[in-house]
């Protein structure tokens, strides 16, 4: 698509979740009406009228059945996915909006699914004619952003280490925890980091952070954040690594069936953060923070600026990190309407 309708139309698959409310939300603030697309009628036309949504388009279907997910895309500009466990449920959107020829983006958090899209769907994007920027959410937007603008302040390729601090201690909601459940074994791993030339299993470098106003370094762990696989399409680098507080990653690695379903389905309603990634070189250190209000607000209100922005048709077609999409400066600096500010800070 080369061309900006006068109000894009932007299609939702999973508006009758947490998040798909906030997405809903945001549609409507932007006078923008949605077409829901989903299995179950009643649920869709549920979540519209909480919205304040009369006139959005109910599409029915089903994640197994392409030819009706095909239809219900065909006519949209751009597609939100917005699931849980995309390394299971994710695929069938993916595929589905390529065909239709809608432009695609998601609220995964999965280096899994990430690299699936990279790898499998690329080529198919691109044939379309659309973009597909997946993994949008508030931990990897601003960790791929950050990223690019901080390696950038030290010499030579950085040694890149992101980590996602929750302000606030809350909890997460039911959704997400059934995300980790559903590729355990990789959260435990630790999942990926890249170093010389290559994304690697195993040990990373970085058993330590200090986190922004504290004065003493937090134990961290190896987290498999998504950006480990974006940041180095743009960006010369030496190492990049995800890490995250070590009591949290001791909380994930003891999830099971019976816990998770004593989980509530919505999370905490106080979830500030803090996106933290420091860029090491040349002896020094530049730190880029973003601070945000609400995770889960928060990633639906950036897929809704990345769907609008995709809906615009000017960027390339294929698969593509935010940072190879859209300038990151720019790009950040439009958050702040949305109370997400960022910062860097040299030493």
Do not use: C
């Amino acid at each position: 698509m080369t061309t900006q309708p006068s109000s894009p139309t932007i299609a939702v698959y999973g508006a009758t979740g947490h998040t798909g409310r906030y997405l809903l939300a945001e549609l409507r603030r932007r006078a923008l009406t949605p077409i829901l697309v989903g299995r179950n009628a009643d649920r869709l036309h549920a979540a519209a009228a909480a919205a304040d949504l009369p006139d959005a388009e109910i599409r029915i279907a089903d994640l197994t059945d392409h030819t009706a997910l095909v239809a219900a895309f065909t006519g949209a500009d751009a597609v939100v996915s917005s699931l849980s466990a995309y390394v299971r449920n994710g695929e069938p959107v993916l595929a589905a909006a390529i065909a239709a020829g809608a432009h695609y983006t998601d609220i995964s958090g999965e280096q899994l699914f990430l690299k699936k899209v990279f790898d499998d769907y690329a080529a198919a994007a691109e044939t379309a004619g659309v973009t597909a920027i997946p993994g949008v959410t508030d931990n990897n937007v601003p960790g791929d952003l950050l990223a690019h603008l901080t390696a950038r302040r030290v010499s030579g390729p950085a040694e890149l280490v992101m980590s996602h601090l929750s302000k606030s201690g809350g909890n997460g909601s039911k959704g997400s925890a059934k995300t980790v459940f559903a590729s355990l074994d990789w959260f435990r791993s630790g999942g990926w980091h890249f170093a010389d030339g290559e994304l690697r299993t195993g040990p990373a470098g970085h058993p330590q952070m200090t986190f922004p106003g504290d004065t003493a370094p937090t134990a961290v762990g190896k987290f498999p954040q998504p950006p480990v696989l974006t940041v180095p399409r743009h960006t010369e680098v030496a190492s990049v690594e995800g890490v995250l507080a070590k009591d949290i990653l001791d909380t994930l690695s003891s999830f099971t069936t019976e816990l998770i379903e004593q989980i509530p389905d919505a999370p905490s309603s106080d979830l500030r953060y803090e996106v933290i990634v420091d860029a090491h070189g040349d002896g020094r250190v530049v730190r880029g923070v973003v601070e945000g209000v609400d995770s889960y607000r928060d990633s639906a209100l950036l897929a809704v600026e990345v769907a609008t922005r995709l809906a615009a048709g000017t960027t390339k077609p294929g698969a593509l990190a935010v940072a190879e999409a859209f300038d990151p400066t720019e790009f950040l600096d439009s958050l702040a309407r949305f109370g997400i500010t960022w910062r860097i800070e040299e030493s």
